[in-house]
């Protein structure tokens, strides 16, 4: 088999023309414990390098023996109230507390559920109950009413660091929820994912998958005891635990953040010079703003993970860490393939998501489930020793995780991503879209991220992000958000819109387009699509009416202005501006007709509407079909 991957011993040759990729075989660690015995990696540095330092947090420091204490402490506090399989809510940020306890929750064999420090309380009252989440760990005053009345164990641990709570306490549900779904066996930790019902679903991690992971993770990155690896991956996020354990299992440090590098490139970097950083993991957005700035010295740097979106930036020759494109669902434990971007700044073409990691069987089907030919697109399946054992919920486990096509072997079941992807020849895969991006739009389907790549042609444009807005009548539109690239003129939306028509069908053309200085990004360090729609609308509802040559002087002008904002959403939209450049397409042009034929009693031809320069020119002529109708007593 002609990829990067070993070819594995039950492969076909007629695989070699099929969308199939294995890893190698997953091994055990040559002179550690099994794979699946993770705690007991780390036991070994405890044992062997008490002193060392397993956690910084700025100037504090805690050994291995320390760090290990506070777990002891965690461990014996619950002891006989949480029992192997149960569900531990962790509502704590990254620091010292955090690590002890998810060390704790380990040697009880109870399953770690990392919610974050402040998941909402809503939103956390509703996975807890849903869940029958018996323990909670956090900020009392943080806790959802169905902690509050029960018992409460204090747990002494750091008060101190960046991130740490000022009281940690140990919460019990004051009654059994009504319902809860065991934990299968095995399960090391469980992590929510978003939901097609607006409930997050919850996913259960082995201890073999996440073992198989660290062994591939150690010899990709050439772990070394006293690298420093960052904890700054947000706690909710699947990608934390790999940051945790993977320093902890191979004697390295976890390095704690402060909160401001997140959303900052350059006190981020700053953070990693302090630190020393050898290993760095970053969510993509977060990973593109540092690779567009010069690049720093930062010699101990070797590596830096990129994953959670779609990687749009390939590192100038400058950077002198290497840059890795990863990508991988939680129920795939957190990485199934990666990319080794070489420096080329510029080479405009999207990074592939790469070649399975050891362990991971992956293969690109039909809507019917069969695989393609490598270089056709299709969906995703995932197999092999990477695999989460399901989600908390039988039901959807059976729809998403489902025997492998024919032809693909070394696995029992395969996990449906739903991401759209092509195999090249070689067996590296592209990432192209989600296939519940696919909208459709005056009814032909469009695929997001086609759009946002449009509009990155422009050399003008560093990023953009679309999203769907509904439009008049029961019909969606396109709205575009762009940002600029950093000290280059700005780009006319006209302009972008323009250009975009040549790569994109008319009806994926999108009706607006705005510019930002970044993207607001969700918990998990991806573009927040929704609250990008949340600020257009109130910026939108907030707008007055265009003055001087863009505000309306005749009630024509008022008419058409007003049909045509409500058409295509745009309230800021001004007399000098174009329909068609400001997106309207053909379903919209049909409508405004209508409107205007119903208003004005007059009937223009669509051509005649998207010829016109303005929409002042617009009132024109129908101010002038009237006059000529009148005229002729019609």
């Known amino acids: 088999m002609s990829t990067s991957a070993h070819q594995h011993p039950g492969s076909s040759p007629q695989d070699e023309q099929l969308s199939i990729a294995y890893g190698a075989a997953p091994g055990t660690a040559a002179d550690g414990p099994a794979r699946s015995d993770i705690l007991a990696r780390y036991e070994h540095w405890v044992r062997s390098t008490p002193d060392a330092p397993a956690v910084e947090d700025g100037a504090l420091s805690w050994s291995y023996a320390e760090v290990d204490a506070l777990a002891h402490v965690v461990t014996e506090s619950l002891r006989g109230r949480v029992s192997p399989g149960d569900l531990v809510g962790v509502c704590l940020d990254r620091s010292a507390a955090l690590v002890a306890v998810a060390v704790g929750l380990a040697r009880l064999g109870a399953v770690y559920l990392p919610l974050g420090p402040r998941p909402g309380e809503r939103r956390l009252a509703a996975v807890t109950e849903r869940l029958g989440v018996p323990c909670l760990v956090g900020d009392p005053a943080l806790l959802p009413a169905a902690y509050r009345t029960g018992d409460a164990l204090s747990l002494p641990l750091p008060a101190e ?139 101990a740097l070797r590596h830096l993970v990129v994953g959670g979106d779609r990687l749009r930036r390939r590192p100038a020759p400058q950077v002198t860490a290497q840059v890795h494109n990863a990508y991988g669902p939680a129920e795939a434990t957190v990485v199934t393939t990666v990319h080794h971007v070489e420096a080329d700044d510029r080479d405009a073409t999207p990074p592939p998501i790469g070649t399975p990691v050891d362990g991971a069987v992956v293969c690109v089907t039909d809507e019917a489930g069969h695989v393609v030919p490598r270089g056709e697109s299709g969906e995703l399946r995932i197999g092999g020793s990477v695999l989460s054992l399901g989600y908390l919920d039988a039901d959807l486990t059976a729809a998403r995780f489902v025997a492998p096509p024919a032809g693909v072997t070394g696995t029992d079941r395969v996990y449906r991503t739903g991401d759209r992807v092509r195999m ?10 989600r296939l519940d991006d696919q909208v459709k739009v005056s009814g032909v389907r469009i695929e997001l991220a086609e759009v946002e790549a449009a509009f990155e042609h422009h050399p003008g444009v560093r990023r953009a992000a679309v999203a769907v807005r509904p439009a008049a009548g029961e019909d969606t539109q396109l709205a575009a958000f762009v940002l600029p690239v950093p000290g280059e003129p700005v780009p006319h939306a006209d302009e972008l819109i323009r250009e975009a028509r040549g790569w994109l069908p008319e009806q994926a053309v999108p009706a607006v387009v705005r510019f930002l200085d970044s993207f607001p990004l969700d918990a998990n360090g991806k573009v927040d699509r929704a609250a990008l729609l949340a600020a257009e609308a109130a910026e939108s509802s907030e707008a007055t009416a265009p003055e001087g040559d863009g505000a309306p002087r005749t009630p024509t002008e008022e008419l058409v202005l007003r049909l045509s904002r409500d058409l295509l959403g745009v309230q800021t939209l001004g007399t000098g501006d174009s329909f068609a450049a400001a997106g309207g397409n053909s379903l919209a042009t049909a409508r405004l007709l209508t409107g205007i034929e119903e208003h004005c009693g007059i009937r223009l031809r669509a051509p005649e509407v998207l010829r016109q320069p303005d929409l002042r020119a617009l009132a024109a002529l129908v101010d002038a079909r009237r006059d000529a109708a009148d005229l002729a007593g019609v």
């Open 161 to 299: 660091g960046a991130n740490a709570a000022g009281s940690v306490v140990a919460a019990f549900r004051t009654e059994p929820a009504a319902t809860a779904p065991a934990t299968p066996p095995g399960t090391f930790y469980a992590v929510l994912t978003s939901g097609s019902t607006g409930l997050p679903k919850a996913v259960a991690v082995g201890g073999a998958s996440l073992g198989s992971l660290l062994d591939w993770y150690h010899a990709y990155i050439g772990a070394r005891p006293g690298d420093r690896h960052g904890l700054l991956i947000g706690v909710s996020f699947d990608p934390h635990v790999k940051e945790l354990w993977a320093a902890l299992t191979s004697g390295g440090v976890l390095s704690v953040p402060p909160e401001e590098v997140r959303w900052d490139p350059e006190a981020l970097t700053g953070w990693w010079r302090r630190a020393g950083l050898s290993v760095a993991v970053l969510p993509t957005p977060l990973a593109e703003t540092v690779l567009e700035r010069p690049w720093p010295e930062l010699p």
């Open 424 to 433: 090249r020849p070689d067996g590296v895969l592209d990432f192209l879209g």
